[in-house]
């Protein structure tokens, strides 16, 4: 008679719990390092400023000429996240492509190095830089924009050609396709879903760094926004605000019903 054996535990793994003391740890550390005072924004002279200070907002400017104002600036603040995702695309899929180690290791690392740094400085540091060299507008609102924005999609797009299966590639280029047409009718449908859910997620990012990039003087609602402000026109910023939100959801909205169709 033979008596079956229990399994063997399987060895415990550390690293999962190491880690999560770790971060456990920086949490607290970042606690302990910074002067919180939450106890005042409770005090009552700072409820009493902000009550005061939200009650100038109301009510918002409502005036014919200035909505006429209004709408174009948002008409400017869309259109500078479109020309800047539209152009962060094509910049991220050229990127993109030896990025994912299409043209040898060598190059995919130095691609992949542009790309961090095009994603590691912030679109208000690139509209910044751009507005000295192009000038104020949001033509620089929209290039900074889509410095941005290659960096991140770029390395996105990289990621998803990566993760592509490679058997339908391979097996046109086994059959006599060149490289170019196996690329395009094996492994770019099977990312092409992904890359354009990716760009609509990007695409809301950019409405509302369009938005901020008015401050610096890119035109659109932040600019509008900033001049009202500097100047206590609390009701015209209210305004402002408003379109902004109102932009945002819209934007929102449409890029939900747009990925739920690509994802059928």
Known sequence: MTTSRMPSRPPRRWSGAVMALLLAALVVASFASLPLQFAAFFTAEAVSSVAEFIAGFAPPETGSGFLAKTAVATAETLAMSAVGTLLAVV????????????????????????????????ELVWASVLLIAAGLGPFP??????AHTAGVLGRLFADALE????????????NGATPMAAFLYATLPQTLPQMLSYTLYRWENNIRAAAILGVVGAGGLGQMLKYHLSLFQMQKAATVILAMLLLVALVDGASFWLRRILTR
């Open 163 to 174: 993760n592509a299966t490679p058997l339908p590639e391979q097996s046109l280029r086994t």
């Open 141 to 146: 609102g929209a290039l900074a924009l889509g």
């Open 91 to 122: 910049a991220g899929v050229l990127l993109a492509i030896p990025a994912a180690g299409r043209f040898g290791r060598p190059l995919r690392g130095a691609v992949r190095a542009v790309l961090n740094v095009l994603r590691s400085i912030p």
